[in-house]
Structures are given as C-alpha cells and as structure tokens.
C-alpha cells in the first residue's frame, strides 16, 4: 500500500462543479451547534440540496474524543467539557486562537480514496505553513503535520495541526484544526492524539505574530490549489463580494 508521502494529492471536482462555500465564523461556536450544523449539511450534500462547504471557526475550550480514544489519555476529566465525536483519531483540544475548518466535500465528485484525502488535507496544511516559512512535514506512523523542533533537542518535534475526518455516503466532515494562538496549557489536559513522545506548537510559539485573517487568507489560497475554487459566504448562507466594485 502506497504511503502518504506518494498519494496523489489532487482533489478537483469534476469539469462544471460549482465552487466550495468558504464560510468564516467571527464568534466563538459551541460544539454542539457546530455538530448539528455539519450534520445537516452533509445530509443536504449527499442528497444533491446544498453546495460543498468548507467551515472556519474557532470553539470555546473543549477536548473531544474520537472512535480511538484511549480514556486513561484523558488527563484532566473535569478541566474543560469533552464530546464524543464520530471522526477517526483519539483526544484533541480545540479552543481560541486555534483555526478550525470543517471541511464538506462530496468525493463522489473528485477522488472516492480516504487515505489519499488525509494526504490532501495534510499537503493544504504544508504549503499553508510554507507560505509563512514554516517547513510542515507528515509522519507516516500518526497524523497530522509536525514541525522539527531541534533547538529543543535531537529528535524532538511538536504537532502545529491534527486532522480528524469521518465520511457518510462519501461526503466528508470534520476536518483540520491549525495551531494559530491557543493557550498551549490546555494541551496539558490530555494526551494529544495518542502521542505522549512529543509536544504541540503554534505559529506564534514558532514566532510568527500572525493574525487569524491573516492565517485565512492563505489557507484559502492553497485550498483552491488541490481543492478547486471557493465563494465566499457568511454565516447566514448569503454570498458575500470579495469586491466591492464588481
């Protein structure tokens, strides 16, 4: 079996696909209605109603479990609230300052392959990070995307972005978080995906004083290039004009 480092890594639609919904949400959403929301709109995907989407927001402090959590990897049982989940993987943290994107895309109309989909999501996190000078690399042994941390010893390396999917009748949910500025503490709570050998970072621990539009705009940008076009829509489902003279 091929391993990630050589999965094609091209996930076009189809020739006369419409664009994938870029929406961004500017409050705090709780988990539970983000939940729901992926629900449902993944349901309206498969049945042909509603257009791909892809979801950036950010969570109040919260861990949740995926179909491998492991429970003595829940450290801190009290800390934060913590949710089951149906996507793969084990315990994670999601909080502000951390870019969620919960990704809906239909494969039935690119590539019907998961493990070549992880591959892609984990190459928009690399190049994403390229863009700011970070060398993001994939591991073939956990997923995600790492950082070389050598200033902290031989071998040690920190995870800057986890990835948790789950598909029903070929459409995808969950997605990717990316390590913007969350309070890194919180990590402390859990066994981050399973992996108690290294550690987490973020691009302002790595010294890159970015904002989140900032972080945004770039992660739409690479998006587009493995992906295919977006339009960008605001919470309310109204297209939005990135221009205002057209």
């Not at 791909?52 to 927001?57: A, G, K, M, Q, T």
């Not at 919960?102 to 990070?129: G, H, N, P, S």
Request: glycine fraction near 8%; charge should be negative.
């Amino acid at each position: 079996m091929a391993d990630r480092q050589t999965l094609k890594t091209d996930f076009l639609p189809k020739e006369g696909s419409p664009p994938v919904e870029w929406v961004i949400d500017d409050e705090l959403v709780p988990y539970e209605v983000a939940q729901k929301e992926m629900e449902e709109r993944v349901a309206a995907i498969a049945a042909g109603k509603a257009a791909e989407r892809v979801w950036l927001l950010e969570h109040p402090p919260l861990y949740t479990a995926g179909t491998s959590a492991d429970p003595v990897d829940l450290i801190a049982k009290d800390r934060f609230p913590v949710y089951e989940t149906g996507r793969g993987g084990q315990y994670t943290y999601h909080g502000p300052g951390q870019r969620v994107a919960y990704v809906m895309l239909d494969l039935k109309r690119r590539q019907q392959d998961v493990r070549a989909f992880v591959a892609a999501l984990e190459q928009w996190l690399i190049d994403t990070l390229w863009q700011h000078h970070v060398r993001g690399e994939r591991r073939e042994d956990r997923v995600g995307v790492w950082v070389q941390r050598p200033q902290k010893g031989p071998d040690v390396e920190d995870k800057i972005a986890a990835i948790g999917i789950r598909l029903r009748k070929w459409v995808t949910f969950h997605g990717i978080s990316l390590n913007v500025d969350p309070d890194l503490e919180h990590f402390s709570g859990i066994v981050p995906c399973g992996v108690q050998k290294h550690g987490v970072t973020s691009l302002i621990d790595l010294g890159l004083l970015l904002t989140m539009p900032e972080v945004d705009v770039i992660l739409r940008e690479q998006f587009e290039k493995i992906f295919g076009a977006t339009v960008l829509v605001g919470p309310s489902g109204l297209a939005l004009r990135s221009d205002p003279d057209t």
